[in-house]
């Protein structure tokens, strides 16, 4: 059993990983960069060139795990790919969406490899897409087999991190490998926690995202959604806007529904905005509120909600007006993103209001911004001139990502005899690996080396 972490660096860029057994060759993941451009924004598939792949298995639609998708099938044309059809349905607006970002980039900034893909070959590359049933056995050629087949096989478990979200267990030569996806064991406010094996996992390859940050023990989902309720109300009372930068997947739909709550509960009512896309995804989560295991499963977002939709265009128009609520994509505030440019006219005003509600990269503009003390200077965006932090910045835990304790606590259950640590900052790992190390003295923790080889 050979494996290789095709990603670039030890990092949460593009995630990647190919595995070879029992003569068959697949690729777990294809996501892209969310900082790089052009061949920096792929995985490594040079360390697999000449090999050609028997299947691709995809654990949910975010960026990061599916946006280069095209770009590899283009390159493996004889290969299958699975994924639940939620993350069908959803990747299919997210990779359409990348093309249009990528369109934009090529003229602005004359990037020529872009757009890495187009509208038409997405939908050609869609229409190869199998969809698969949570919790059944497939073989690698996509058919349905009893779990206890001889066959290497794969099965989708519940991952509790953004709809239609998955951990893929592998069974082959013997043994059974999970890959973890990104994955949460704790209930959102409309996700449920995780449901993985609890025994009989050989190898674990396992998310890392938070292991660089302790959770307080006093910390709570609910005490949380009160901070972060009181918060709006003292945001509005000091006559300004609050600005929330959310991925398009998930932490809109999260938001939306914790909002949903202080309007039912009639403690607040304020008009809510939203980017495009996350509309687009919000219809499939109402779409599918009573398929499958949620909370609030009457919900309907956009019905219920009634929130404002801003684009590409409006976007440049659109005020900062007091007592409301903008959750607007992307969650890293990426420079031409909604968020970024609204927030241009958030930054230096002491009565409006940034909330972060979820993972962003240090060294992304809301990696930046999150840090910056009261006054200093940030640059958010390449082509703006720097702007003093005068806004009320906030910080709330409300990941989609496991607790550092709760994904320990899992490998412990397993006890497996090989972890793979992945997806996660240098730092992040680390810790994780330090710990593992310790706790499990039987089993063998590494960090695999992007683009080597090496035997499971
Ligand atoms: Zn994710
Ligand atoms: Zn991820």
């Given at each position: 059993m050979k494996f290789i972490?095709?990603?670039?660096?030890?990092?949460?860029?593009?995630n990647s990983y190919y595995l070879e057994t029992a003569g068959h060759r697949l690729v777990l993941d294809c996501g892209m960069h969310p900082k790089f451009e052009g061949?920096?924004?792929?995985?490594?598939?040079n360390a697999i060139a000449g090999r050609q792949l028997d299947a691709i298995i995809i654990s949910h639609s975010h960026q990061d795990h599916l946006g280069t998708l095209p770009v590899l099938m283009r390159r493996q044309p004889k290969a299958r790919v699975f994924m639940t059809e939620p993350t069908a349905e959803i990747g299919n607006v997210l990779l359409h969406n990348s093309v249009n970002v990528m369109t934009r980039q090529r003229e602005e900034s004359g990037t020529t490899m872009y757009p890495l893909f187009t509208h038409r070959e997405t939908d050609r590359a869609s229409e190869r897409w199998q969809s698969c049933a949570l919790r059944q056995t497939y073989t690698l050629s996509g058919e349905r087999v009893p779990a206890d087949s001889s066959d290497t096989t794969f099965e989708f478990f519940e991952?509790?991190?953004?709809?239609g979200s998955t951990g893929v267990l592998l069974r082959s030569e013997d043994r059974t490998i999970f890959y973890t996806g990104d994955v949460n064991f704790d209930d959102q406010t409309i996700a449920q926690a995780a449901v993985f094996p609890?025994?009989?996992?050989?190898i674990l390859i396992m998310e890392?995202?938070?292991?660089d940050t302790p959770i307080p023990p006093t910390l709570s989902r609910a005490s949380e959604e009160k901070r972060f309720m009181q918060a709006i109300e003292s945001a509005f009372a000091r006559g300004g806007c609050v600005l929330v930068p959310v991925f398009a997947l998930g932490k809109t739909q999260e938001v939306l529904a914790m909002l949903y709550k202080l309007r039912r509960d009639k403690i607040l009512d304020f008009p809510i905005y939203i980017g495009g896309l996350s509309a687009k995804i919000s219809e499939i989560y109402d779409r599918r509120a009573q398929m499958g295991r949620r909370q609030w499963p009457r919900l309907q977002l956009l019905d219920d909600l009634r929130p404002y939709v801003l684009n590409a265009d409006s976007i440049h128009e659109a005020q900062t007006r007091p007592g409301r609520v903008y959750a607007l994509s992307s969650g890293m505030m990426t420079p031409k993103t909604l968020s970024n440019i609204f927030s241009q006219r958030v930054i230096d005003q002491p009565r409006h209001s940034i909330f972060f509600v979820g993972y962003a990269d240090p060294e992304s503009p809301a990696g930046i911004l999150r840090n910056a003390l009261p006054n200093e200077e940030v640059t958010i965006a390449p082509d703006r001139t720097p702007q003093r932090v005068h806004c009320h910045i906030e910080q709330f835990q409300f990941s989609a990502h496991a607790s550092r304790e709760s994904l320990i606590a899992f490998a412990e259950r397993l006890a497996p005899k090989k972890i793979l640590l992945v997806h996660g900052d240098p730092p992040a790992v680390e810790w994780m690996r330090a710990r593992l190390v310790s706790d499990l003295p039987k089993s063998e923790v590494s960090v695999p080396t992007p683009g080597v080889e090496f035997e499971l």
């Open positions: 972490n095709l990603t670039r660096r030890t990092e949460i860029g593009a061949e920096e924004a792929l995985p490594n598939m991952a509790g991190h953004v709809l609890e025994t009989n996992v050989d890392c995202t938070r292991g």
